[in-house]
């Protein structure tokens, strides 16, 4: 049997790829199916891996194969977020976020580029600092996002309630990603820019869920502080001021207060008195189509709980229904269901307008060529 072919990669870049990775040495070997010293030894040039190594070494690290045949290292570009978690937690970003924060800035820099080319109506973002009053910011979003009580009660689910919000901020120049960040992730990120603000959800959490966090970024990208929230969802006083002060404002987004009070006195409240369960939140959850947590923290800013009913939400308010399984889903379908309408749009006036070729724009979506033509006939109807 001949000698296994070894690739001539560069050092300083098999370095730089498990560096930016987030994965440790020790991780990534086990990954790879060889011990640390090899790996070590490839990244300082005592040896160099196999070709079936290099192309598993690539996969591993969410690179292109050609990426680790770079000459040399390219320059480290700073992570564009700000980490925003309590002193006992991690610090550093997992693989899984940094890759997709990775992904989601590239796209931002392609995106916001065409935004400018194609002269559309830069994005209709409020601005607000941590000294605005949080509820009077989410009145004049509601009002940019046009979505009256009465249609979001007619919801009929949380997952159309969720291509609801979605839709509304895509219209207003918005980019919302839906990543698999993993539940050991975070639940979601932001990352302002003039043309292409983004907003990215973590996938592995229901719905209702979901939509907090879509809301939550919504206004890091309003206060402009571009965040990957690490912490766990708990509003209180011990919380960064910027998440206290996001959750607020996602909170007052998806239930106005006046419409809020409304409801619990249809139910039997009365001002001045406190609800001391979870039956009223579970209604005023299940009415908006939001998640427990957000409902129990409006009740709780309207002045109709205390901070003891957030205590009893259960931890797995949060998570997925178990079973199901599904038939799956075609490629074209997972990239339009993690990009957007938006995003589509887009590239269907770059290609033609000939900024974008048909071939880059295909590239892009990484979708077959076939697919495209339905997302012509979809995105000329729509604009942007």
Same mark, same amino acid.
């Given at each position: 049997?001949?000698?296994?072919?070894?690739?001539?990669?560069?050092?300083?870049?098999?370095?730089?790829?498990?560096?930016?990775?987030?994965?440790?040495?020790?991780?990534?070997?086990?990954?790879?199916?060889?011990?640390?010293?090899?790996?070590?030894?490839?990244?300082?040039?005592?040896?160099?891996?196999?070709?079936?190594?290099?192309?598993?070494?690539?996969?591993?690290?969410?690179?292109?194969?050609?990426?680790?045949?770079?000459?040399?290292?390219?320059?480290?570009?700073?992570?564009?977020?700000?980490?925003?978690?309590?002193?006992?937690?991690?610090?550093?970003?997992?693989?899984?976020?940094?890759?997709?924060?990775?992904?989601?800035?590239?796209?931002?820099?392609?995106?916001?580029?065409?935004?400018?080319?194609?002269?559309?109506?830069?994005?209709?973002?409020?601005?607000?600092?941590?000294?605005?009053?949080?509820?009077?910011?989410?009145?004049?979003?509601?009002?940019?996002?046009?979505?009256?009580?009465?249609?979001?009660?007619?919801?009929?689910?949380?997952?159309?309630?969720?291509?609801?919000?979605?839709?509304?901020?895509?219209?207003?120049?918005?980019?919302?990603?839906?990543?698999?960040?993993?539940?050991?992730?975070?639940?979601?990120?932001?990352?302002?820019?003039?043309?292409?603000?983004?907003?990215?959800?973590?996938?592995?959490?229901?719905?209702?869920?979901?939509?907090?966090?879509?809301?939550?970024?919504?206004?890091?990208?309003? *206060?402009?502080?571009?965040?990957?929230? %690490?912490?766990? @969802?708990?509003? !209180?006083?011990?919380?960064?001021? +910027? #998440? =206290?002060?996001?959750?607020?404002?996602?909170?007052?987004?998806?239930?106005?207060?006046?419409?809020?009070?409304?409801?619990?006195?249809?139910?039997?409240?009365?001002?001045?008195?406190?609800?001391?369960?979870?039956?009223?939140?579970?209604?005023?959850?299940?009415?908006?189509?939001?998640?427990?947590?957000?409902?129990?923290?409006?009740?709780?800013?309207?002045?109709?709980?205390?901070?003891?009913?957030?205590?009893?939400?259960?931890?797995?308010?949060?998570?997925?229904?178990?079973?199901?399984?599904?038939?799956?889903?075609?490629? *074209?379908?997972?990239?339009?269901?993690? %990009?957007?309408? @938006?995003?589509? !749009?887009?590239?269907?006036?770059? +290609? #033609? =307008?000939?900024?974008?070729?048909?071939?880059?724009?295909?590239?892009?979506?990484?979708?077959?060529?076939?697919?495209?033509?339905?997302?012509?006939?979809?995105?000329?109807?729509?604009?942007?």
């Amino acid at each position: 049997m001949g000698r296994a072919v070894e690739v001539p990669v560069t050092p300083s870049v098999i370095r730089w790829a498990i560096d930016e990775s987030g994965y440790s040495v020790d991780d990534l070997a086990l990954g790879l199916g060889v011990n640390s010293a090899t790996l070590n030894d490839w990244a300082a040039g005592v040896s160099r891996p196999t070709l079936t190594h290099a192309r598993k070494l690539a996969a591993k690290l969410h690179r292109p194969f050609a990426a680790l045949l770079l000459p040399a290292a390219p320059e480290k570009r700073p992570l564009p977020v700000e980490f925003r978690h309590s002193a006992a937690q991690r610090r550093a970003l997992n693989p899984s976020e940094r890759r997709y924060l990775r992904r989601a800035a590239r796209f931002q820099e392609v995106l916001g580029w065409l935004v400018r080319e194609l002269e559309i109506e830069m994005p209709r973002t409020p601005l607000a600092s941590l000294n605005d009053d949080p509820v009077s910011i989410a009145a004049q979003v509601r009002r940019v996002l046009a979505i009256t009580t009465a249609s979001q009660k007619n919801w009929s689910t949380p997952s159309v309630a969720f291509d609801g919000w979605r839709a509304s901020l895509e219209a207003s120049g918005h980019l919302v990603f839906l990543f698999s960040l993993g539940s050991d992730s975070s639940q979601g990120f932001s990352l302002w820019n003039d043309f292409a603000p983004v907003v990215a959800v973590n996938s592995a959490w229901n719905e209702a869920a979901r939509i907090f966090t879509l809301l939550h970024e919504v206004g890091h990208l309003v *206060t402009r502080t571009s965040s990957a929230c %690490l912490e766990p @969802r708990r509003t !209180s006083s011990r919380t960064d001021p +910027v #998440e =206290r002060w996001c959750e607020r404002f996602a909170a007052a987004v998806l239930m106005p207060a006046s419409d809020v009070e409304e409801t619990l006195r249809q139910k039997g409240w009365r001002a001045g008195t406190t609800i001391a369960n979870l039956s009223i939140a579970k209604t005023v959850a299940s009415l908006y189509k939001v998640s427990l947590r957000a409902a129990v923290i409006r009740i709780i800013e309207v002045g109709a709980a205390g901070w003891a009913l957030y205590d009893q939400i259960p931890p797995v308010s949060d998570n997925k229904p178990t079973g199901g399984g599904g038939t799956g889903r075609s490629r *074209t379908e997972i990239r339009e269901d993690q %990009l957007g309408n @938006r995003v589509n !749009s887009l590239l269907v006036a770059a +290609v #033609e =307008r000939d900024l974008l070729s048909r071939s880059q724009a295909i590239d892009f979506l990484d979708i077959p060529e076939v697919a495209f033509d339905t997302i012509v006939d979809v995105g000329s109807s729509g604009g942007v």
